[in-house]
């Protein structure tokens, strides 16, 4: 799940390594059958698990999820500033000869 996280972001603005946490745990008004995207997988949603143990790991998982996901945009936001800078220093040479 994708959003702007409270913090600097302007409303409506989505920044590359504000990617939110999803337990994949159902929450007060949620319909039954309501699915949810983990590691490239459409799941159905489950109550909280009353095991710490279990509860633990799901969020160990939830969260190393949610890094990759970031890390992902990340990695695609430094390939377009690579080449906005690249662009603009072709801007720059090309301004100097003309």
Known sequence: MIGPAKG???QG???ASEVQIDL???????QAGETYRYMGM???R???PMDAKLKQMNEICATWDAMNE???LNKVAAAWTAASVALGALSAIVGAIA
């Open 8 to 10: 600097d972001a302007k």
């Open 13 to 15: 603005q989505v920044q």
């Open 24 to 30: 994949g745990y159902t929450y007060p008004g949620s």
């Open 42 to 44: 459409e799941l159905t």
């Open 46 to 48: 489950y109550p909280e």
């Open 70 to 72: 970031a890390a992902k």
